[in-house]
C-alpha cells in the first residue's frame, strides 16, 4: 500500500466516525423540560402505545360485552388545501374494547377493535395482529353495529366478534404471561397520524404526517368479574394527550356517558413502530457514502495501476478487499455502538439493537464496502484508466445509494435500483421490520430496503464476480499480461 492510499483509507474511517459522532452529539429533546419516557414493552423494544382509556378493575376471569355503533373520525389539514378540517378515518384508527396491565404506556394488552378501513382485528403485544370475518370491514352504523367482546381466564385472553349479539364468532387468543389478576379492562379509541407526500428532487417523497381523531360510540355494555363490586369507572389517556390545537380549541380527546351511551375519542396508536421516532442505528452512519466514494477511487486507482504494472491481479484483489474491509470494519464497529450509547445517555429515544443484529450490521456493512472497492479494482482492471473506472464505479454504486437513501427519485425507481445495481448490498444496513398492521412510509430513506441483506450482498457479489471474471480472461487473452 502506498502512503496515498493509507491516508485515504483513513480518511475513510474519520469520515464515518466523525460524521456519527456529530450526529449523536448535536441530536437534542425539543422537549420543555424532561421528555416523557418513550413507550417500551417488555423486552425493551421502542412501541407506540397512546390511546384513551375508560377503564374499571378485572379480575383473573371475567369479560366484557359492548355494542359499537358508529365510528368516525377527524383529519386535519390534508392536502392540498393545508387549512381544511375534514371528516375521515385512517386505515389503522382503531375503537373497541381492551384488557391491559395497568395504564402504563408500554405495558402488556389484548385488544379486540374495529379500524377504519381493515375491519375487526384481535391485536396483542403490539405485533401480533389477526383479522376477523371478512365481512367486517363494511364499517358499522345503529343499523348495523359490531358486537364485540373479550373474555379473560387467567392469563389468557380471548376475542369475539359478532353482527347481532347472539351468534359469536372468536377472532383469537393470547397469553399474556404475567398479567396480575387485577388488570384493567374497558373501552379504547385511538387514531395514528395521517400519512401523506410532498413531493421532491425528481419525484422523490417526504412525509407530511397530520393529527386525526377517531370516535367509537358504544352501547349496552356489559362487564363481568369485575373486583370488588367493579369499581368506577375511570377515564384517562394512556400516554400524551390533548396538547394539540385541535384539541384545545375544537375537540378534545376523550370519553363521556349519557343514558348509558359512552362516546369515546381518542388519537394516537397502539402497535410496534414507536410514535416518538426511535432512531435506528443506521441514522449513525450518515458517514458512510463519504467513505464508499474515498474507497472506490482507491480500488479503481490500485486495478488500474495493477493492470498497466502487469502485476498479479488475484492478490491485487485479495489485498485491496482485505484493507477495505478492515477500514470499514473499524469504521462501522466504532460507530455504531458509541454513538448509540451517547443518544441513550441524552434520553432520546433509540431502537433497540439485539447483539446479533448489530453483529450482522457491522460486519455485513464492513464486506459491502470491501466487495465494492473490489468492484472498483475489477473495473480499474478492464479499463485501465483510474478516472473512468472510478466513474463507473461511483455511476453503479455510489449515486443509486445516494439517491435512494435521500428520497430524490419516485419510490419505484428508488426500489428497482436497489434491486438491481451494486447498491442492492447496502441492505445489509437494515435494522427496522415492516409491520402491514402499521401505514409508514417503507422506503430506504427511511431504513427498508426491497432486498433481504443476504439477497442485496448476493447481487453485488455477483457484479464483483463478473468483472474480476472479466479482468482475469482479459489477462490470460493478452500476452503482455502476467
Known sequence: MTKKTLLALAAAVLSVVALGLLYAFGNQSSCDG???????????????????????????????????????????????????????????????????????????YAALVMTGSHGVRFQYAYTEDVAGA??????????????????RTGDTVEGFESADGTTWRKVGSARLPGLPETAQVGLLATSPGDLSLREIGLGGGLEEVRFTQAVGVFDKITTEGTTAGGGDWQSAAVGDMNHTDWEKFHTASGASEQNGVVTIAGTGDIGPISEDGGISAERTLSGLLVALIILLVVGARHGARTAGAGG???????????????????????????????????????????????????????????????FAYGLGVVLRRAWTATGVALALVALPYAVTV???LPDVAGTWLLRLTPAAGFAMQQTLTEYAQVTAHYTPANGYYPLPGWAGLAVLCAYTGVVLGIALRRRSAEPGWR
Open 406 to 408: 435521500v428520497p430524490f
Open 312 to 374: 498479479d491481479l488475484r492478490r491485487g484483489a485479495v489485498r485491496i478487499g482485505v484493507a477495505a474491509f478492515a477500514t470499514a470494519l473499524v469504521a462501522i464497529g466504532v460507530t455504531v455502538p458509541v454513538s448509540m450509547a451517547i443518544l441513550a445517555g441524552k434520553d432520546i429515544p433509540v431502537d433497540q439493537l439485539p447483539m446479533l443484529t448489530g453483529v450482522r450490521v457491522v460486519l455485513g456493512l464492513a464486506a459491502v464496502l470491501a466487495l465494492a472497492t473490489v
Open 134 to 151: 371478512a365481512g367486517s370491514a363494511s364499517g358499522v352504523s345503529e343499523q348495523s353495529p359490531r358486537w364485540l367482546r373479550l373474555r
Open 34 to 108: 424532561p421528555c416523557p419516557a418513550a413507550a417500551q414493552d417488555s423486552g425493551g423494544a421502542l412501541v407506540s402505545d397512546r390511546f384513551w382509556f375508560r377503564h374499571r378493575d378485572l379480575g383473573a376471569t371475567g369479560a366484557i360485552t359492548v355494542r359499537l355503533t358508529s365510528m368516525t373520525g377527524t383529519i386535519t389539514y390534508p392536502p392540498p388545501d393545508h387549512d381544511e378540517i375534514v371528516p375521515g378515518l385512517t386505515p389503522w384508527a382503531k375503537v373497541g374494547v381492551i384488557v391491559k396491565d395497568g395504564v402504563r404506556p408500554g405495558s402488556p
